[in-house]
């Protein structure tokens, strides 16, 4: 096994606040997707200070980082939702729910007019500055609005959603959209975006698992170390006796747990 997979860290940033694993017990289960709802974290911390909680308040933003000592960086990046207390026989648990930027494509609503001549980039661009997600990558899709378009009042996601069922009707390109450790993609499907992770047990990889879906969305589950960087629509190039070849992300959960620190992932073959 890799000599990277030692010293697990973890980290939380809210504001000018920042907890490690160093200083405290952290536990987390991070979820998330390549679809329409909203990445979720739920942190929990112990025997925290008063003061340093008081500054942990619903709205205010978060960052959680995790792996190893020589290899860490985000998991999550969103909104806290809530901030609950627990006791736990001699410990007390501070339990943080966080919700990523989805939720602001899921609950901004506008109605938007479109002058004939603009490309579908800039309106998903905008779209995603309405919502105030940063842009992390909009695919070129070669489109321009024929005339002008006002559309009803609907949510980012409902608008982004409809576009890329235009763009599929007058091109046969899929697209899908989703949110990212912070910034919005608009993406076209099976199209590799990065440099592949290599997955074998040398690098990671602890279980792998055939899966049947009724709507074909996950072919495997695989069960990892903790490898911050696979995130929803990473590319996996897998090498196992069970399965191998190029699949991509489809869903994933990052846990950290007492002893347990590892990631499941759901892939589909490319």
Not at 44 to 59: G, R
Not at 194 to 202: H, N, P, R
Not at 245 to 267: P, Q
Request: with cysteine; glycine share 8%; net charge negative.
């Amino acid at each position: 096994m890799n000599s990277t997979f030692w010293n697990r860290y973890i980290a939380i940033e809210v504001g000018d606040v920042v907890i490690t694993s160093e200083q405290l017990d952290i536990e987390f289960v991070v979820e998330n997707s390549t679809g329409e709802e909203a990445g979720s974290a739920e942190i929990t911390i112990y025997n925290l200070a008063e003061t340093t909680k008081q500054k942990l308040k619903p709205s205010e933003r978060i960052t959680l980082k995790a792996g190893y000592a020589e290899d860490y960086g985000i998991i999550f990046s969103g909104v806290i939702k809530e901030v609950v207390d627990e006791l736990k026989g001699a410990d007390v648990a501070t339990q943080i729910f966080a919700q990523d930027d989805t939720a602001n494509l899921l609950t901004t609503e506008v109605k938007l007019t479109v002058p004939r001549g603009t490309t579908f980039e800039e309106v998903v661009e905008k779209l995603f500055e309405f919502a105030g997600v940063p842009v992390g990558r909009v695919e070129h899709i070669g489109l321009k609005f024929t005339q002008t378009w006002t559309s009803g009042k609907k949510s980012i996601s409902e608008l982004l959603s409809y576009l890329a069922k235009e763009i599929e009707e007058l091109s046969g390109k899929r697209f899908k959209h989703y949110v990212k450790n912070g910034m919005g993609f608009f993406v076209e499907e099976n199209t590799r975006h990065e440099e592949a992770f290599i997955l074998t047990a040398e690098t990671g990889l602890l279980e792998v698992q055939k899966i049947r879906k009724e709507n074909g969305e996950a072919d495997y589950r695989l069960r990892t170390l903790m490898l911050w960087k696979i995130m929803q629509d990473s590319i996996i190039d897998l090498d196992s006796i069970k399965a191998t070849g190029l699949f991509r992300v489809v869903s994933y959960r990052k846990i950290a747990r007492g002893e347990e620190y590892y990631c499941e992932l759901e892939v589909k073959a490319v």
